[in-house]
């Protein structure tokens, strides 16, 4: 009973915050499930289809990220977009942000709508939590691809690396977030974009936001990044851009099924920055997986 009505209460917050995340998504229909831990996952529906696009935010982000694909892609095929837990409007009780626990995140969605052929696109931090997900679920999930990210699912690097790159954030958040993002983009990028993911990325609670982080990138320095794709039999698309080198011959090694689209003159935010180039390949990715 107690979490019927926490559920109530959170569509019924949903209804009212109409500047919230999934606010600004053109969804025909909002939903919440209940992730494995408890955890309230917001998502939102437009479309229909035979198969599901299910659009993962990256890390300190959430499901507005993907406001230019909702009308394209919902032309042919059920889109859902959906915040991850300890972004946007889902719930943020979680102690630890794992890959596994956001994997569940995705299933409790495909659940909760009964889906049966899916294709998961992935931003960021989101490639590994993917692949994490086509390991849960390979009968359901048909394909994963992802957005600029496994540039080298090979690589590893110590934990005091991985100290060191956290220490940014955790001695001034905010901070940290406002070179992460200015170096994630083109010099001569619109400065309301920038503004805007800045903004949406350093809104996180910090705590939170670096506990993701460290999770993220843990991944390189424990070398799931690639043992994960040991279970991964399904396709493996990268829709990558060049700011940030891919090694495909290192990736190749690891993933069965790999192929890899390249967006020209794009930073970390394709989907933002080029909306309509980025369209045109992500459906041919699309397309390479069916």
């Known amino acids: 009973m107690k979490r019927l009505i926490l559920t109530m209460t959170f569509l019924v917050f949903m209804s009212l915050n109409s500047v919230g995340a999934l606010a600004n998504n053109t969804s025909s229909k909002y939903g919440v499930a209940i992730s494995g831990d408890g955890e309230l996952i917001a998502y939102g529906i437009s479309g229909g289809g035979e198969t599901a696009l299910i659009f993962i935010h990256g890390w300190s982000l959430d499901s507005r990220l993907w406001q230019n694909q909702l009308g394209y892609f919902s032309q042919q095929y059920q889109v859902i977009t959906m915040d991850l837990a300890g972004h946007g409007n889902s719930s943020f009780n979680r ?55 496994s540039q080298n699912v090979a690589l590893e690097f110590p934990q005091s690396e991985l100290d060191l790159m956290t220490k940014p954030f955790e001695e001034d958040f905010q901070g940290g977030i ?24 350093a809104s996180a609670p910090p705590t939170i936001a670096i506990n993701q982080f460290r999770h993220y990138l843990g991944q390189y320095v424990s070398g799931k990044a690639s043992r994960v794709y040991e279970s991964v039999n399904v396709p493996v698309v990268l829709v990558n851009a060049r700011l940030w080198p891919t090694n495909s011959e290192e990736n190749k090694k690891h993933i069965k099924d790999y192929s890899i689209y390249y967006i020209e003159d794009s930073g970390h935010f394709p989907m933002l920055e080029k909306p309509n180039e980025f369209n045109t390949i992500l459906m041919e990715a699309v397309k390479s997986v069916k």
Do not use: C, R
């Open 178 to 201: 406002s070179v992460f993002v200015k170096d994630s983009l083109p010099k001569e990028v619109d400065a309301e974009l920038l503004h805007w993911v800045t903004q949406d990325m």
């Open 95 to 149: 102690k630890e942000y794992t890959m596994v626990a956001f994997a569940n995140d995705i299933k409790a969605v495909i659940e909760k709508e009964q889906l049966d052929s899916v294709i998961l696109v992935g931003h960021s931090m989101a490639g590994g939590i993917i692949a994490e997900a086509a390991k849960l679920m390979p009968k359901k999930v048909k394909g994963i691809i992802g957005v600029d990210t």
